[in-house]
């Protein structure tokens, strides 16, 4: 059969075990931690991230983000932190883009002096600031797009040319676009790091991460990887893979919603900004559009000064404001309280995040009912009412 490379085909059917014993349509669980090592086969065993449901789900991530291997962790941290501890070492330099996930920010901040690695944060992911940050001991550049919680959208071309230029291994988170709406790989960037706990589990109760990246770039990983042991569990890998089976219908509804509401909320006379990359205002707007397949499920507004914030959330009725994001559910949060909440006013104002911005992570309900919500919550929090 010739090789099917449409996401909802790979989501179904890429890296599946199949069910020799009985023939069933979904795949068996394995779930021993000893397996018999007489022999010729492998040593099995779950925290070498080997065991058969590890194996087929890591198949399905190469499979989707277009690369040759993958990799499933206990968590996105778990395998951020595998990648940086895998590719650079002590003395080394990464160059970093300022607008990551809050975690990773802090990550870098807590671990890498100790290990006496090097970082600098880059305002502006363009070719003269990764020249300027460019040191002797530059071993990675490492990059999130879009942005969290700005949506903020980097040229993943320029940044696979630069660090082939310079012999760096190139990292992107790439929670935000999932592999449905940008597969980095096809752009050169060497590795693909997903927080599994976002859209590729997409019901808010797996938490879980991937890296995608080449067999060799793989073969590195693992060799540090198993040192940190920071695999899952094979009944929730099951679960993820169970999940992803549906990763493609979900993200392209999620991304059509998006673009509603995005435009909805882009021409209220109660909201000072939209960001989404697929509305035309957006700076990178363009860039979006060339490295996107769609513009995603995750945007952020700002509300005008006179709508009480505090009051508009708890006006929701259908959208929950929470932490996590890019669940079948609608949620919200502002970042000046929960994400960037460790942050000097000052700081965060530094990075435009204004105490009225909110991030929106937009689900797969009908978007009449979530407009009706968001305008409902809007009228009652009026602070000239
Ligand atoms: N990357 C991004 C963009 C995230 O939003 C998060 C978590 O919110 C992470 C990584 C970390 O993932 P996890 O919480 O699964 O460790």
Known sequence: MKENRHPNYLCVHSGQLKDEVYGGATAPIYTSTAYDYRGEGTNLYPRYFNTPNQVALGKKMAALEHTEAGMIFGSGMAAISAVFMAFLKTGDHVIMQRAIYGGTAHFAAAEFENVGIQYTLIEQVDQESLQ?????????????????????????????????????????????????????????????????????????????????????????????????????????????????????????????????????????????????????????????????????????????????????????????????????ESTILAPSTTSHSLLTAEERKEQGISDGLLRFSVGIEEPEVLIADLETAIGKSRKKN
């Open 132 to 328: 300027a940050s460019l040191k002797p001991n530059t071993k990675m550049v490492y990059m999130e797009t879009p942005s969290n919680p700005l949506l903020e959208v980097t040229d993943m071309e320029l940044v696979s040319a630069f660090a082939k230029a310079n012999s760096l291994t190139s990292a992107i988170d790439n929670t935000f676009a999932s592999p449905i709406n940008q597969t980095p790989a096809d752009f050169g960037i060497d590795i693909v790091i997903h927080s599994a706990t976002k859209y590729l589990g997409g019901h808010s109760d797996i938490c879980a991460g991937t890296v995608s990246c080449s067999q060799e770039h793989m073969d590195r990983l693992w060799k540090t990887a198993k040192n940190y042991g920071g695999s899952l569990s094979d009944q929730t890998v099951w679960l993820l893979e169970r999940s992803i089976k549906t990763l493609a219908l979900r993200v392209k509804r999620q991304s059509k919603n998006a673009k509603k509401l995005a435009v909805f909320l882009d021409q209220h006379p109660d909201i000072k900004k939209v960001n989404y990359p697929g509305l035309k205002s957006h700076p990178q707007h363009e860039l979006a559009k060339k490295q996107m397949n769609a513009y995603g499920g995750m945007m952020s507004f700002e509300l005008k000064q006179y709508i009480n914030r505090t009051k508009f959330l708890e006006e929701l009725e259908v959208i929950m404001p929470a932490l996590s994001l890019a669940g079948v």
